[in-house]
């Protein structure tokens, strides 16, 4: 077993309750880490027998640009789309940052994490 993890995936995008966020926007942070079964890929050295972490990083990218108002949903829908799109993933868990978050003072980020252990 084996853990393929992408980190630092920046997005701008139009997530929060307030009106404002849903129109002028801000920057976020995702980290992924999916659990799944390297052995035939650390053997054959073929894409094909992993998950291409590329087309994940569509999949997320695509995902961000759906405003939502909690975060809580974005790494819900996230965690499914990557399920479903890869079902060699095991388990997989997902983090994501909103940068200087409108909270009324000076904050460098909020974050969500989910887990798909409670989700598959």
Avoid: W
């Avoid at 976020?28 to 999916?34: A, H």
């Avoid at 079902?87 to 994501?96: L, V």
């Avoid at 000076?106 to 989700?119: D, Q, T």
């Amino acid at each position: 077993m084996g853990q393929i993890s992408i980190e630092g995936m920046e997005f701008f995008a139009y997530h929060g309750c307030f009106k404002e966020e849903q129109i002028i926007g801000t920057r976020f942070i995702v980290d992924l880490f999916m659990e799944t079964d390297t052995q035939e890929a650390e053997v054959t050295d073929n894409l094909a027998k992993t998950v291409n972490y590329q087309a994940v990083y569509g999949f997320v990218a695509k995902e961000m640009a759906v405003k939502s108002h909690l975060l809580e949903n974005v790494a819900s829908r996230i965690l499914k789309r990557i399920a479903r799109e890869f079902p060699q993933i095991t388990a997989s868990r997902i983090k994501i940052s909103k940068m200087n978050p409108p909270v009324g003072g000076k904050v460098e980020k909020v974050s969500i994490e989910l887990n798909s252990h409670s989700r598959l």
